[in-house]
T-cell receptor, first 111, second 114 residues
């Protein structure tokens, strides 16, 4: 990975609404795209990841989509709950190249 | 399974002093990473080990930072001398292998340089 841009930097949604966070990258060799959730003062934890041979992956309320042609991938959280409030980081890497992380999105779910 | 362990959890030092951080990865994980996370930013890789060999240290400020993983298990990261801009959380992570395996993070060490 070389560089990854993450938007938005902050996001507020009402409980029950959906949240979408988007990342774009520049390295066409990247083939692994994880998303991490980091609660205040805690360690980053992997919530979902996708590899370049797949366009979409779902796990309950969380989904990730990947568009390799456009070099962007997105995190979708449906039916948001207050416990979804955290900072979310995307990352990208490929083969033996290290992961490069985005700057994070602070998600606030308002009850 | 036990997670990645790090110590200390917090450290406050004055600039120009030295500090060392310790990490014990998940048992059986060959790959170990040290990240620096400055407040409000994503983790930035400092160094990556595969067993006891360095895979990538291109972003490690080698004039002041050093790291080792002598026996391929535990690792230490040292800063000597520290600067104010080194204030950050230092995260250790480990994974089973090199290629796209999930990275498990430790709780981090919060370093404050005054």
């Amino acid at each position: 990975g070389e560089n990854v841009e993450q938007h938005p930097s902050t996001l507020s949604v009402q409980e029950g609404d959906s949240a979408v966070i988007k990342c774009t990258y520049s390295d066409s060799a990247s083939n692994y795209f994880p998303w991490y959730k980091q609660e205040l003062g805690k360690r980053p934890q992997l919530i979902i990841d996708i590899r370049s041979n797949v366009g979409e992956k779902k796990d309950q309320r969380i989904a990730v989509t990947l568009n390799k042609t456009a070099k962007h991938f997105s995190l979708h959280i449906t039916e948001t709950q207050p416990e979804d409030s955290a900072v979310y980081f995307c990352a990208e890497g490929g083969g033996n190249t290290p992961l490069v992380f985005g700057k994070g999105t602070r998600l606030s779910v308002i009850a | 399974e036990a997670g990645v362990a790090q110590s200390p959890r917090y450290k406050i030092i004055e600039k120009r002093q030295s500090v060392a951080f310790w990490c014990n990865p998940i048992s059986g994980h060959a790959t170990l990473y040290w990240y620096q996370q400055i407040l409000g930013q994503g983790p930035k890789l400092l160094i990556q080990f595969q067993n006891n060999g360095v895979v990538d240290d291109s972003q490690l400020p080698k004039d002041r930072f050093s790291a080792e993983r002598l026996k391929g298990v535990d690792s230490t990261l040292k800063i000597q001398p520290a600067k104010l801009e080194d204030s950050a959380v230092y995260l250790c992570a480990s994974s089973f292998g090199l290629d796209l395996f999930e990275q498990y993070f430790g709780p981090g060490t919060r370093l404050t340089v005054t």
